[in-house]
């Protein structure tokens, strides 16, 4: 009962967190395209978080990476570590590309110039347990944020999110995903990357 409750347990939690990110879309309407369309466009992306490997309960540091992490002179944040680009500067440069080609704005390069901003942040992206009953074996996870506003009224024209999971089967070992200059993690998160820009491309247009 103790087994199954637990991986119960770990179900429950994760899916409450992928529910909690994917609420509150704002889709891009007639009226507000009618507010965009030729205008200047400020793009910001937000400062990410760190990359790090996770408990289940995201509490802390799991004490065999991080050994291994300081064996391998690794800090504590594998996105510096592996030069693995934000997620979030890839959704960004694509959503501008759609808002450029679709509805002829033009790009400001301050806020003092700027219409409409649009904002992107990547508001989480981890490396976590499999479950709470697989503490030695890996998978990412990755939720990113975009946002389109009026510079001056702050009014939301758009927004929209993504959250995912890598699936694996079976996940793999943090030997694994530290090889090759994190070049698993880079793939990886690539493909996370590329999901989530379609995710929120459909969500706001």
């Known amino acids: 009962m103790g087994r199954k409750f637990f991986a119960i347990l770990g179900v429950i939690v994760f899916a409450g967190v992928l529910g909690g990110?994917?609420?509150?879309s704002v889709k891009l309407d007639g009226a507000a395209v009618s507010r965009i369309q030729q205008k200047r466009l400020l793009v910001q992306v937000n400062n990410r978080p760190k990359l790090i490997v996770v408990t289940a309960a995201k509490a802390m540091l799991s004490s065999g990476l991080?050994?291994?992490?300081?064996m391998r002179g690794l800090s504590d944040d594998l996105a510096n570590d592996f030069t693995i680009a934000d997620p979030a500067k890839t959704v960004a440069a694509r959503v501008r590309q759609r808002l450029v080609?679709?509805?002829a704005m033009k790009i400001a390069t301050s806020r003092a110039h700027a219409d409409i901003v649009l904002e992107v942040t990547n508001t989480g992206w981890e490396v976590t347990h499999g479950s709470l009953l697989n503490m030695t074996s890996y998978h990412p996870n990755l939720h990113v944020t975009a946002q389109l506003m009026e510079a001056r009224s702050k009014k939301v024209l758009l927004q929209a999110n993504c959250a995912f999971q890598q699936?694996?089967?079976?996940?793999r070992g943090y030997e694994e995903i530290l090889a090759n200059k994190g070049a698993v993690l880079k793939a990886d998160f690539?493909?996370?990357t590329a999901k989530c820009v379609n995710q929120i491309l459909a969500k706001a247009f």
């Not at 990110?21 to 509150?24: I, M, R, T």
């Not at 991080?66 to 300081?70: D, I, Q, T």
């Open 21 to 24: 990110c994917s609420a509150n």
């Open 66 to 70: 991080m050994a291994s992490l300081l």
């Open 190 to 192: 690539n493909q996370l």
């Open 167 to 171: 699936k694996i089967t079976p996940w």
């Open 101 to 103: 080609s679709k509805h």
